[in-house]
């Protein structure tokens, strides 16, 4: 956390430094522009204008089913380097049949929220032990019937 911190004051303060050196640079070069090109007038409103304009960009979700929340979790699993991808099944039990510990199944759970992009409570996390459990806790919490 404390280095997406880091990394966000980084790009913000880079981006003030070039909004300070090249907004004037291009300022100059329009002035200079108009001046050795006498035809036209200077047009008052050119420092009116912004030179940035936010907008905004939205996205929606791609559509979830119980089949694309298992490859998910499957893929999740598969890269995860303590699981190996010969023994996982959906009814693999991660501490049982995949000799992971708690630790290992707080680091499943964590690559789980990454992936889906939602927190999942201490106190459901306890309760997902296999693979299945996870889709069927994804796909109620995203209300998913199919």
Known sequence: MAALVKNVKYLSSLANVCLRSTVPRLSAVIIVRHINDRR???PLNLFKLPFYQPRRWYAGKPPLTLETIQKRVELV????????PEKLTMDSHFMNDLGLDSLDQVEIIMAIEDEFGFEIPDAD???????RDIVQYIADKEDIFH
């Open 40 to 42: 036209q007038p200077l």
């Open 77 to 84: 699993l598969k890269l995860y380097d303590k699981i190996n």
């Open 125 to 131: 996390s306890e309760r997902l032990m296999r693979p």
